[in-house]
């Protein structure tokens, strides 16, 4: 479940929770916390199911809960940090990466550069951002497992 996700829930359940203690709690930005909220509110006074609105109707709600792009990118710099500083991390590490590969006449598979691209990717993120979040972790196996699976026959 996202940060907004759960923000989302706990004003389904809290109502009249205060904005700014909903922000401190989940460590989120108060202009998306004010977002959130306005759509928990317009969600909550939607008919009951029984008497659902047209499907255009909440086509409608869906995609300006999902599309808030200063929210999403709110959200992402707690988990990911400033973009401009992770960029720079990854990037000098990738370049490090391809000069010791060709230094060394290494050749890789594309998936296996990928991979590894993928897996600095994570490690950037890791370490300009929230250490905890705990999918950047899983991403970083997942990319390994991959490789190893293709080495051993099992492609996916």
């Given at each position: 479940m996202t940060k907004t996700e759960k923000i989302f829930a706990y004003y389904m359940k809290n109502?009249?929770?205060?904005?700014?203690?909903?922000?401190?709690?989940?460590k989120a930005a108060l202009p998306m916390v004010y977002k959130v909220r306005k759509q928990a509110q317009l969600e909550a006074e939607?008919?009951?199911p029984l008497d659902t609105p047209p499907?255009?109707?909440?086509?409608?709600?869906?995609?300006?809960?999902?599309t808030d792009v200063d929210c999403v990118i709110d959200m992402r710099g707690l988990d990911y940090g400033k973009f401009k500083d992770g960029a720079a991390l990854m990037q000098g590490i990738?370049?490090?990466?391809?000069?010791?590969?060709?230094?060394?006449?290494k050749l890789f598979a594309d998936d296996q550069w990928e991979a590894l691209e993928m897996i600095v990717h994570k490690i950037g993120r890791i370490v300009n951002g929230n250490p905890d979040a705990v999918d950047h972790w899983i991403d970083i196996a997942g990319y390994a497992k991959l490789i190893s699976d293709r080495l051993e026959g099992i492609e996916r």
């Open positions: 109502p009249n929770a205060q904005a700014k203690m909903v922000a401190t709690r989940f939607l008919p009951n499907l255009t109707s909440w086509k409608k709600k869906e995609v300006e809960r999902s990738k370049r490090q990466m391809a000069e010791h590969a060709q230094k060394h006449d």
